[in-house]
């Protein structure tokens, strides 16, 4: 047998197959370096994980209707879905954008769509993540200046913003400038929130998207960790210190139905980080050194065949995670192969996350397969796996020279294929897909956005084009392009356009008008 990521998985393991582990160096502690037993010494036994449910659809008053449901259930932090056209810096009454607005989250225009979208929601108690890339800066800058109507200050916001632009250039898509571009972005932010929002977590950098487009567990882990590399490099090349902008890093990742791998894929990639940031980096803080990671149930391994088998791979993926020590998660919801899910699909999906805390006993002690002759096994063959493909993308340049050359999506590509493959010849069982099918399905009722609610955004963007002061929004546009082309941090005169009600897709397209947009060279 082998793994996900083809590496050797015996039988039976034992302490034959730990020869020449030093236990106290290679596991430790919780809370202690190198981090293999989690970042924080009581995990969950303190309390449980924070709960998220990533939900956003249609329009800010739906969506925020959501929230608060979510929320009323015991959701502990909100998880923000944007539709493609915001995730693309384009307004809803953008030909780019017909078609699309709402369909896959939210429609964020202007700051009025931001108010509505968190009206009756405390900014102050509650983490906000927020699913964007490209122009992460300008949604995190709108909740920014939404909570301060509300009279919170930016020193109380918490949460996290995606913010990794390098793996949209190798699996997801959503991109809109070039690489040296969006890294001089991504470090504005850095600086930006040090000195604005302290306790914002500036990037969360996503090996999820990989994973969905087939990465194995070595390249999810591998290829995201290569990216946080190009972060932390980019950071101290434009003059900031390390111990000043990495303890405000965070990743996310995937969990699978493949449990026992899931656990030691979290439990490597902790350890390799801890070394990276001290060796490489010189990192003095310990926050700087822990790896603390989201985690999201695998979208990709839900059917739309018996979608209520989902519930039993989700709760399956959902232990996996836990055990493996995330600090936040999302479970999806058992109909999401099919529709956006209803909202009892999304309340089950969140009660799935409190049986696992609240009447199992996994938040008893921490790290429970610590010392397990298989999981940590695993452990070290996932580490060995991870850094000698770390290595083949430092061999290239780093990751973004490597993603130039179409380095990470093909060898994605090409795992995607294979696991394909196994399916249709039956070597790989997908319940209800391929293996103990029905001959009929069971009807299903499927949630459907409604297709006004793009007349409905036109409508909205026309009122606040009609009302705001357009000399004003256009001096202030002027003055990002200025900064786009100088030096200057560039979410200073950002926040001063969103004020002034600039749009989303405005902002967007004054740095489009400096930078222009990337272009992918095909690897084949």
Request: net charge negative.
């Amino acid at each position: 047998m082998t793994t996900e990521s083809g590496l050797p998985f015996a039988p039976v393991y034992g302490p034959g197959d730990l020869q020449g582990w030093a236990p106290q160096e290679r596991l430790g502690e919780p809370g202690v370096f190198p981090y293999t037993r989690g970042v924080y010494p009581s995990m969950y036994t303190g309390r449980p994980w924070t709960m998220r449910q990533y939900a956003g659809f249609g329009t800010a008053a739906e969506s925020n209707e959501r929230y608060r449901q979510l929320l009323a259930a015991g959701t502990t932090g909100l998880s923000v879905a944007f539709d493609l056209p915001t995730q693309m810096g384009y307004d809803s009454d953008n030909p780019m954008a017909r078609g699309e607005v709402g369909k896959v989250g939210v429609a964020i225009d202007t700051i009025d769509d931001m108010r509505v979208l968190f009206d009756q929601i405390p900014l102050d108690q509650v983490s906000t993540s927020m699913t964007i890339n490209s122009p992460a800066a300008i949604l995190l800058l709108l909740y920014q200046l939404v909570a301060e109507e509300q009279g919170v200050s930016g020193a109380a916001l918490h949460g996290t913003i995606q913010n990794d632009l390098l793996k949209e250039y190798i699996a997801r898509g959503t991109y809109i400038y070039p690489p040296a571009e969006s890294l001089r972005l991504t470090t504005d932010i850095f600086s930006y929130c040090r000195e604005e929002l302290p306790r914002w977590n500036t990037i969360s950098i996503s090996g999820y998207h990989m994973a969905e487009a087939g990465a194995t567990p070595v390249q999810e882990i591998a290829f995201t960790l290569a990216d946080g590399i190009e972060y932390v490099r980019a950071a101290i090349a434009s003059g900031q210190h390390v111990d000043e902008f990495a303890p405000r890093l965070a990743f996310f990742f995937v969990a699978r139905t493949t449990f026992l791998e899931e656990i030691a894929k979290f439990r490597a990639a902790r350890r390799i980080w801890a070394q990276i940031m001290r060796d490489e980096f010189d990192a003095q803080d310990p926050k700087s050194l822990m790896l603390r990671f989201h985690t999201q149930t695998a979208g990709v391994q839900l059917t739309a065949q018996q979608p209520e088998v989902n519930l039993v791979r989700v709760a399956i993926q959902a232990l996996g995670a836990v055990l493996g020590g995330t600090q936040s998660l999302h479970t999806n919801s058992y109909d999401e192969a099919i529709a956006l899910p209803t909202e009892k699909a999304a309340r089950l999906a969140l009660r799935t996350q409190q049986v696992l805390a609240f009447e199992s006993d996994v938040t008893y002690t921490v790290d429970p397969f610590a010392g397990s002759y298989a999981v940590e096994s695993l452990t070290d063959e996932m580490e060995t796996a991870i850094r000698e493909l770390m290595a083949q993308i430092e061999d290239r340049g780093g990751a973004v020279a490597a993603i130039e050359e179409g380095f990470q999506k093909s060898e994605i590509e090409k795992s995607a294929y294979a696991v394909a493959q196994e399916i249709d010849a039956g070597e790989r069982v997908v319940v209800g897909v391929n293996r103990f099918v029905l001959d009929e399905e069971e009807p299903y009722e499927p949630m459907r956005v409604n297709p006004a609610i793009e007349a409905e955004q036109r409508a909205r963007l026309e009122r606040v084009r009609a009302e705001r002061d357009q000399v004003v929004v256009d001096e202030a546009l002027g003055r990002v392009r200025a900064a786009a082309a100088g030096t200057d941090n560039l979410l200073y005169p950002m926040r001063d356009a969103l004020r002034a009600r600039a749009t989303v897709g405005e902002v967007s397209d004054a740095l489009r008008d400096i930078w222009g947009v990337y272009t992918p060279t095909d690897a084949f």
